[in-house]
């Protein structure tokens, strides 16, 4: 690990925070069922400032005008428990490996809280996600309060330190982009696997499998967010996750999932018929919605906003959904009701990075965020026609939403997901000998 990178980070944290204290932690670990926990995944402001990924762990960032310093908290090193769950970086790894000042085992934290905070004015950190901790931090101010006479004060502000990180992680630097163009690659590789095997016959959840095997052949640890794999008419309901129906032989299939490596995240969606071919009716929306789409696309540059990226979108998705005699009226009668509603329920797309639905706000003072270089968009609009009567009858389980991420650069856009095809003559071409992908695969069976 470039351990230098996260340096960098903290030098640019502490160039932008005023004199005080910042404290980053991790989630608390999860309880599954009985005495199984929940896989633990790294808080991502932690990891941006430290690159550290064990769980029950802190960081303190300390500064006083030139003084910085970088305090960690770490699970201590202990033989019995790293023999039945793994290693430990501990306290010596901390300083060592991590560039930390000084460090401490984890258990210590709430002990040396008031010492931290004594005499510094101001606070980051931000409350309400992580109660216990909060806790122990509402404590160490209350003693503070409680010593003022003996000389004990602060802090005086509460900050939360999303107002610098935020802007840290939305402009991505050229570490990040290659890092996210890794992402989008494993997650590519997965989505192509699946176009390959699908099968009308199997389950969801058997080809969500294979997408997740590929992106893990692809250098990624997990996936950043639950596979959405949808069969027909579940490809209406927009974040389907039970992945639990058989695919029929005229279903389009929707499949929304991100490969994430090394802390960050892609997102792609596509639609695919499973039998390889389009019914001439699922051709007809799919044509709508790619034209929507790559209008969308065609919006994203410095300078644009979010709003009119969106904009761009809903304009060809409301003139498909006339064509198409879902909903009757003008352009501008549809759009100023919000008909669409009905086949079209959510936004344009969504900042993507360390987090899927990634850090960074959408308005400033009311007004849509304009779009700078650096910063990484999803675009998915999609059409979703539920099968219920109100639905008019050709268009019913048709759910179709396309995705690709994209980079804003200067004059204009990169994709970065681009490899995955997208229009009806490349999907279909590549779909030509689906199933083939299980041809590289040798069954295994399992003699009784
Ligand atoms: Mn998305």
């Known amino acids: ?37 929940q896989a633990y995944r790294p808080d991502s402001d932690l990891y941006f400032l430290t690159g550290f990924e064990e769980q ?17 908290f770490v699970r201590p090193r202990d033989p019995e428990q790293e023999q039945w769950v793994g290693f430990r970086a501990g306290v010596d790894g901390a300083v060592k490996d991590f560039a930390a000042d000084q460090a401490y085992p984890i258990d210590e934290f709430e002990s040396r809280l008031p010492d931290f905070l004594d005499k510094k004015a101001n606070l980051y950190y931000e409350f309400g996600r992580h109660p216990e901790m909060d806790t122990k931090i509402f404590g160490a101010i209350e003693e503070l309060k409680s010593g003022i006479r003996a000389g004990q004060f602060g802090p005086w502000t509460v900050t939360d330190p ?24 494993a997650t590519a590789a997965g989505f192509l696997a699946a176009m390959k095997a699908v099968l009308p016959g199997m389950s969801e959840r058997e080809l969500a499998s294979v997408v997740e095997f590929e992106f893990k052949r692809n250098g990624s640890q997990r996936v950043g967010f639950e596979t959405i794999c949808a069969a027909g008419n579940n490809g209406t309901i927009l974040h389907y996750i039970s992945n639990d129906a058989v695919i029929g032989p005229n279903d389009l299939v ?3 999932a991100g490969a994430e490596v090394d802390m960050i995240s892609a997102d792609i969606t596509r639609t695919f018929p499973a039998s390889g071919k389009f019914t001439p009716m699922q051709k007809r929306v799919y044509e709508w919605v790619l034209k929507a789409q790559l209008a969308a696309v065609e919006a994203v540059k410095p300078g644009a906003t979010y709003d ?37 329920m959510h936004r344009i797309g969504h900042w993507l990075g360390s987090d899927v639905h990634d850090v960074g706000v959408y308005h400033v003072n009311g007004k849509s965020i304009t779009l700078e270089p650096g910063m990484v968009i999803t675009i998915e609009p999609g059409l979703y026609f539920m099968d219920q009567p109100d ?4 268009l019913r389980a048709i759910g179709i939403r396309i995705e690709d991420d994209v980079l804003v650069v200067p004059g204009g856009r990169k994709i970065l997901t681009s490899v995955v095809p997208k229009t009806v003559a490349e999907v279909e071409a590549f779909m030509a000998d689906a199933g083939s992908w299980w041809r590289n695969l040798a069954p295994i069976s399992v003699e009784k």
């Open 56 to 72: 029950e762990s802190a960081a303190i960032l300390i500064k006083d005008g030139e003084f910085r310093r970088f305090v960690l």
């Open 162 to 185: 999303r107002t610098i990180l935020w802007r840290m992680r939305q402009i991505k630097d050229d570490y990040d982009v290659k890092d996210l163009q890794k992402a989008a690659d």
């Open 308 to 344: 009119e990226v969106s904009r761009a979108a809903l304009e060809v998705l409301v003139d498909g959904l006339i064509d198409l005699g879902a909903l009757e009226g003008t352009r501008d009668e549809i759009i100023e009701t919000g008909a669409y509603r009905k086949y079209y």
């Open 391 to 394: 639905t008019p009858e050709p």
């Open 1 to 37: 690990m470039d351990i230098q990178r996260f340096v960098n980070r903290r030098n640019r944290f502490f160039d932008q925070m005023a004199d005080g204290v910042a404290i980053f932690t991790s989630w608390p670990v999860q309880r599954r069922n009985a005495d199984q926990d």
């Open 254 to 256: 929707l499949l929304d």
